[in-house]
C-alpha cells in the first residue's frame, strides 16, 4: 500500500511539471522568441512541433489542468501530515528518502515557477504592453 501511495505522488510530481513546462512552451517562449525579434525562429518551432497549436489554442485548458496539478502537489507536500519519515541511518549520512524528498521539493518549485512565467505570458504580457503603451 505504502508503495501504491508512494508511485501517485511521483506520478503527480512528474506530472505537474511536464504540465507546467507545457504552459512555459505554449506561451512564454513564443512571446519572448517574438519579443527579441526571433519571429521565424517560432514559424519554425511551429511547422516542426504541430502541437505548440494545440497547446495555443486549448491554453485555457493546458493552464488549469496544470495549475490543478501544481496545487495537488503541493498539498501533497506540504499540506497533508506527513505519514512516513524519513529514517536516518547510523552514521548520520543523507538517506535516499530524504535525497528524494529534497529533489522533490526542488522540482515542485520549478514547475511552479515555469506556471507563473507561462501564465503572465499568457494572460498578462499583452494586456501589461498595451496598458504602459498608452
Known amino acids: 500500500m505504502q508503495k501504491l501511495i508512494k508511485l501517485k505522488d511521483d506520478f503527480v510530481s512528474i506530472a505537474s511539471l511536464f504540465t507546467s513546462v507545457s504552459t512555459l512552451l505554449c506561451c512564454a517562449l513564443p512571446s519572448l522568441l517574438v519579443a527579441v525579434g526571433m519571429g521565424a525562429v517560432v514559424a519554425g518551432l511551429v511547422s516542426d512541433f504541430p502541437a505548440l497549436i494545440w497547446l495555443s489554442k486549448y491554453k485555457h485548458?493546458?493552464?488549469?489542468?496544470?495549475?490543478?496539478?501544481?496545487?495537488?502537489?503541493?498539498?501533497?507536500?506540504?499540506?497533508?501530515?506527513?505519514?512516513?519519515?524519513?529514517?536516518?541511518?547510523?552514521?548520520?549520512?543523507?538517506?535516499?528518502?530524504?535525497?528524494?524528498?529534497?529533489?522533490?521539493?526542488?522540482?515542485?518549485?520549478?514547475?511552479?515557477?515555469?506556471?507563473?512565467?507561462?501564465?503572465?505570458?499568457?494572460?498578462?504580457?499583452?494586456?501589461?504592453?498595451?496598458?504602459?503603451?498608452?
Open 61 to 134: 485548458w493546458t493552464f488549469l489542468g496544470a495549475g490543478l496539478l501544481i496545487g495537488f502537489n503541493f498539498w501533497l507536500f506540504y499540506g497533508r501530515k506527513q505519514d512516513q519519515a524519513c529514517e536516518i541511518d547510523e552514521y548520520g549520512n543523507e538517506t535516499a528518502c530524504n535525497t528524494a524528498a529534497r529533489w522533490s521539493k526542488v522540482i515542485l518549485w520549478i514547475s511552479f515557477g515555469l506556471y507563473v512565467v507561462g501564465l503572465f505570458s499568457a494572460y498578462l504580457l499583452l494586456p501589461l504592453q498595451q496598458f504602459l503603451a498608452i
